[in-house]
């Protein structure tokens, strides 16, 4: 919701300038709004992948605390922020002392490289998560399975005969029922992720080229790469809405439990290991 807010203010911004481009307060709005919009829509993001890991299994993530995912890639954006804040800044500065604004530009530039790099990065640790939950336990349940045909290959294999290598606690949550909120719900993510990665990938060539570059003076680019890229993100992350596909009203999902479980498990191993052995000590004194 809040990033649809601040995107419209720099549509706003945008149309305003539309019959004076030299105008600074719809530049301001346009260039600030549509800058840090798609922020706010990549935290939430994160925090749905880990709670996807704590459906799935923490075994299917790289980074093995799912928490992890937002602190870094948050940090990281707001850093990615601070540097184009500091970008603008200068540039006005030197605007307004009549000077050369080219330091500061590329102040900028270099904080939405770091945006995209962060992004980049989120997508490959993505990509790898889908790769383990969908993909390779496939191939595991084939391996010890090789009695049976597969007439399509690995994707033969529904969902419910690979459920019990995730974590058992969200079983119903993933099949009982059924439900395609749920089922596509990764899709819409991987959708939503790669149209905003496009969307900023195109922000860098454009400001890279200088406020008078080819793709920041035609204005298709724009539509197709940053209008419509966003909108395709929103519309997919509506359609499989976190809210609807994992339950949000009825279910909880904490995030870092099954830390807590292995503590707990361990404490217990402990325990019984301990009693066993001091009841086989008990035994051997009674002999």
Not at 28 to 45: E, K, S
Not at 116 to 141: D, E, K, N, P
Not at 175 to 185: G, M, S, V
Not at 230 to 251: C, E, K, S
Request: charged share 20%; with cysteine; glycine share 8%.
């Amino acid at each position: 919701g809040s990033e649809m807010c601040i995107r419209d203010r720099g549509y706003i911004g945008r149309t305003w300038s539309h019959h004076d481009t030299t105008l600074m307060d719809p530049f301001l709005l346009n260039m600030i709004c549509l800058t840090i919009a798609p922020v706010f829509t990549m935290g939430g993001m994160y925090y749905q992948m880990a709670k996807l890991i704590e459906i799935y299994g923490h075994k299917f993530s790289l980074i093995k605390s799912p928490m992890l995912y937002s602190y870094i890639f948050i940090s990281s954006d707001i850093v990615s922020l601070a540097i184009q804040a500091a970008g603008g800044g200068t540039a006005g500065m030197a605007v307004n002392e009549n000077r050369s604004a080219k330091e500061g530009d590329n102040i900028f530039i270099a904080g939405l490289a770091v945006q995209v790099a962060s992004m980049a990065v989120f997508l490959m640790l993505w990509f790898y998560f889908l790769h383990g939950v969908f993909i390779s336990t496939r191939l595991q349940y084939m391996n010890l399975n090789p009695r049976k045909v597969y007439a399509k290959g690995m994707w033969d294999i529904s969902q419910r005969d690979i459920d019990h290598m995730y974590t058992p606690k969200y079983h119903k949550l993933r099949l009982e029922p059924d439900r395609w909120q749920f089922r596509y719900f990764t899709f819409g993510m991987t959708v939503a992720v790669l149209t905003i990665f496009t969307r900023c990938v195109y922000r860098l060539c454009e400001l890279s080229e200088g406020w008078t570059g080819y793709l920041i003076t035609h204005e298709w680019y724009f539509i197709i790469l940053d209008a419509l890229m966003m909108t395709i993100a929103t519309l997919a992350m509506t359609i499989f809405h976190p809210g609807y596909a994992l339950l949000g009203r009825t279910n909880s999902i904490p995030i870092g439990e099954d830390k807590k479980n292995k503590k707990r498990s361990k404490k217990i191993n402990w325990t019984f290991w301990k009693t066993r052995d001091e009841s086989m000590e008990a035994d051997d004194g009674l002999d």
